[in-house]
Every structure is written in C-alpha cells, then in structure tokens.
C-alpha cells in the first residue's frame, strides 16, 4: 500500500490540490496546535511543505492519514468520480454550491478526479461512502449465487434485523483476523436489494525505506462484501467474500434479514447452471439472442471438455481435459477435429462466451462471461448485466428451479 500512496500523492497532486483541503485532512489526525506543517502563508510555501512531509519516509506518516489517503484514492479515478456525481445527484446534493472566481475558466482544477473524491471524503462523507459502496458491488466478476426453495421472499430491512446481521458478520470475519470494524450499505435498486459490508482485511506487512535503512509497516485496509438479493427469484449472490466463508454469509443472510434459518442450505442451492442444451446439440451449438435487437454477435471463445473413465468398482473418475479457444469464436467448433465425443466419457466442463453489444461508441461494447456449471456465472457487471442473465436463460442453460421443485415434491 505504500507505494501505491506514494504514487498517488505525488507532486503533480501536491501542486494543484487544494491547500484548504489538506488542511482539513491533516486537521482530522492532529490537534490544531499539533499539526506537523503549517498552513499559513503563501501557498507556494504550503506546497513546499507539504512535499517535504511526504518526501518523508512512509513511517513517519499518520497511520491515519495513510488510511484516509487509501481510501481516497481508490475512488479517486474517473469511474469514481462519475459514482460520486451520480449519488450526489441522487441526493440532490451540490457538491460545490458556491463557485469561486478561479472557477470561471473551462478546467478549474478542483474538477479533477482525485480532487472530488478528497472534497466528497472530507465535506460529504455519506456521499463518498455510499459511492464506494456502488464501486464495490460492481467489482466482483464472480459471484456466488444461492437459490432458495421459494420465490417471493421479501426483505424488512429493520435496524433490529441488521444490527443482529452486523454483530453476526464481524463475528465471523473476526474468525480469520480480521478485526471488528464493519459498517452496512444497504440500497434497493430495480428491486434487487444490494447490501454492502465495508470491514476490516487481514493486517498486512509493507516494507518500506526509513531514511538508510529499510522498516516494516503494518496495515489493515477497508474491504467489501457486496450482497444482491432478488425477492422475486430468492436468489441471494455474493461478492468479495472469501470462498470459505460464502456458505456461511448466506446462511447469516438467511436468518437475519429474511428471517428464514436454513433458507439456501438445501441440497440443489448451487446447482443454478447447465451446460446439457450445448453438449446434446454438439460442437454447432450457437447461442440464439435475436430476442435482444441490442445483441449484435456471440462468440464462443474459450471451451474445456473433462474425460471421465469407469473404474473398478462401477465409479466415474475423472481422467483428463481437453480445451480450445479461438478468439474468432470457433472454440467449441475444434472438438469436432479433436478427440472429443460428448456422451462417450467426455463432458463439456465450462465455456467462456463474447457478448457484443450495441453502443454510442465507434466499437461494440464486450462482455466477455464464463460459465462453469453448477454454480459460476462469472463476468464484469455492466449496464448490461440483465441481459447477460437473459441469454444464458433464453439459450436453457439456467436450471429451471421450478420443474427441480415439482421433482422435488413428488419425491
């Protein structure tokens, strides 16, 4: 982490950022009287202070500072900045309501990225977290998902329900060390209910140059847990979550907020993807999407089929595996000229598949997913993150979780 605050703060930030600003900053790890550089006087002094206080080695920095310094500059890039517009606007929140003489040119400085995301830090804090919070919930490309055995299960998101998920959390989290902060974002958008959960990571150890010699610093960053619950499906997917501990964030899920112990622990839970419809239909297989006008092409890109031979006693084991990829999407094509035979021993184990979507831009905009049955659909999620779920459910290889139920019943 060190470097990566070092680079942030360099001395192109140091020459244009807003002086007042780091007062500010510095002022929320010192007393007013204790501050480790004076603020006053001509701004090109200040400047010149403030690099010889970070020209200094990293030790010698608040490690508060060094924390509020992280955390800035995580949202301190253009993606961040448009999150932080757009829960402002949300909010009907202005973030500069008075604007100032230097303003009049087209580029005021303080319009820039990493200037907005320290302004929203400091003067606008519920702003900037909730932004880090939206930052967060796109950022996984593969989440675990969980199926219940019923549709239309509401949330109450009550403060009794989730200060018990909340102590329920940083007790697990505390399991692996990692400390006893947590912080919920709890947001409803197009009736999914996101729930963020900001925590402690494990400590980590940084070496870094004290002067001549070289010194280890330890550090606990902020991480999050992205939450998205579907009433209308009960499907529950998780983000940022240590594979270990997914099951286990469910069932809290489960008991805390919909109030229904046990309620993804069933036995078909995981089992949300099929790869059957490809494999019956053969190397030939095209995925259908002329019921979205916005899809311009798929392609196959990469496809891995498993070879499992029967033993001894009756059992299928696995043996070996054999992949293609072709960017040109040809990749479940090239089984034909290879030893693959679907229903012969062979399994088709996962495909990788290029979405080319319509947009305002010269280029189609991609969407590259894998899908690797049971349970991982994996891709970056985008505006276009519905229509993703569409196709795979369209082209048959979603499990219809309501013939599974049906089966289930008559068992």
Known sequence: MGSDIKKFVNPKFLNSIDVVLMRDLFVRHFKEDSLPLAFDGEIAEVRKRMAAYFATPITDWSEGLIADLHRVSELGTGEGMQLILNEARRRSVILYPEPDAEDAGSAPVKHESKHVALHAYLHHHQIFEAAADFQALRAPTAMAEFRGPQRDIGVDLTEEASAAFKAAIVKLFA??????????????????????????????????????????????????????????????RIGGVPRAQQADVAAIFAEHILGRPGFFAGKDARDLYTLDPITAFGPDFAFQHAFDERILEVRIVAAAADFFAEDEDGEWRYVRSWESKDASGAALRHFKASEVRFGRGWRLGEITFRVFFKSDAKQPAKVTVRLKPPGTLAFRRTRFEKAIHALVTRNGLEKDRDADLVVEAAE
């Open 175 to 236: 399991q692996d060390l990692q400390g006893d902060y947590c912080r919920l974002g709890p947001y409803e958008e197009d009736g999914e209910i996101n729930l963020v959960v900001s925590h402690g990571a494990p400590v980590t150890t940084t070496p870094v140059v004290a002067g001549d010699r070289e010194q280890i610093i330890t550090l606990r960053a902020v991480k999050y847990a992205a939450l998205r619950y579907s009433p209308n499906e009960g499907l529950l």
